[in-house]
């Protein structure tokens, strides 16, 4: 399983976090515009709201910011453990268990996404979550922030996964090929997977939206809070007014891709975030970016860490974080 791979390369790299600060970390008056930022995002959502800043990166109006671009968690992770990055973005059950496994070496800076996991149907039969009840549903992320997300959606509903709702795992390519050419006629897919499907067959529908079903069952005023971004400790500690920076220069970057989406979507394309510009138009306002930093993060962030806990301990490292996992300025 991919978590169980996450969780392993996590316990593997413990030891690299306790060790001294890399070489980046020592100046503690260096200009906040000159310092070097390794930064990590991954193809989708945070891929999305970054996008500008990636852009502006390489055309020289911030030669000190430095990125990486992935499809994969694990790449993160490895990069934030190997001395690699200096910032990533991560699912937000992924960022606790690093948190957990490695004493607080990584704190949360900011959130950059929150739901965008939609349950699509070829048809028109579901319309509630108890409409799914006898149904088989396919979903990508076993053991991760979707399984635990539909788990908690269905019982919260009365439904037993696994009894009343049959729930099957697979990669979500494979999945949207599949509801793309009929072969299944349900599923749980995140965007942007989830605008392709829809344009590619447009007998399939949105049925549901589980961030608003997610917050209907926790009915406490919890959000779905699916993607974040981390930054080492001893980097933060070494270049606050960098990260500051940073996170400024970050938030303007989803605010222009938010606002221009014309723009933004040739910038996706380009990047190969999206199959091309006409997907990513479509997916940008579904894709749910955000920037929550500050004070705001925990109270946004906690409630879901709760569900995720009672789901499973172990999807967020053993432990509610600390307080020293809220990064405020």
Do not use: W
């Amino acid at each position: 399983m991919k978590t169980c791979k996450i969780i392993a390369l996590i316990l593997s790299v413990v030891m690299l976090f306790t060790m001294p600060a890399y070489g980046s970390s020592v100046s503690e008056t260096a200009d906040a515009d000159s310092v070097e930022i390794r930064v990590g995002v991954l193809k989708g959502p945070t891929g999305m709201g970054a996008i500008k800043l990636m852009d502006d990166s390489e055309n020289g109006v911030y030669p000190n910011y430095h990125f990486t671009l992935t499809p994969e968690v694990t790449d993160i992770v490895a990069r934030l453990s190997n001395g690699d990055l200096d910032i990533g973005a991560l699912p937000t059950n992924v960022a606790s268990n690093l948190y957990n496994k490695t004493s607080g070496a990584v704190k949360i800076i900011a959130l950059n996404c929150l739901g965008v996991l939609y349950i699509l149907e070829n048809g028109d039969s579901v319309n509630s979550v108890s409409d799914l009840k006898g149904r088989t549903i396919y979903c990508n992320g076993q053991g991760a922030n979707p399984e635990y997300t539909l788990n908690y959606i269905l019982t919260q509903n009365g439904l037993v996964p696994g009894e009343d709702v049959n729930v099957e795992f697979g990669d979500p390519s494979e999945i949207a090929a599949k509801m793309i050419s009929g072969d299944i006629d349900l599923c749980m897919l995140p965007v942007p997977v989830v605008t392709t499907v829809c344009l590619k067959n447009p007998n399939v529908r949105k049925a549901l939206d589980a961030s608003a079903e997610f917050a209907a069952a926790a009915n406490d005023g919890s959000k779905l809070t699916m993607g974040c971004l981390v930054a080492k400790s001893d980097f933060i500690d070494a270049h606050p007014d960098a990260v500051a920076a940073f996170l400024e220069n970050y938030r303007a970057s989803i605010a222009e891709v938010l606002d221009d989406v014309d723009t933004s979507a040739e910038l996706i394309a380009k990047y190969e975030i999206a199959g091309n510009a006409a997907i990513a138009k479509l997916a940008v306002p579904d894709a749910s970016i955000v920037c929550i930093t500050g004070a705001d993060i925990r109270p946004a962030l906690e409630g879901y860490y709760q569900v995720l806990y009672n789901a499973n301990p172990a999807s967020i490292g053993g432990a509610m974080p600390g307080d020293d996992f809220y990064y405020a300025p």
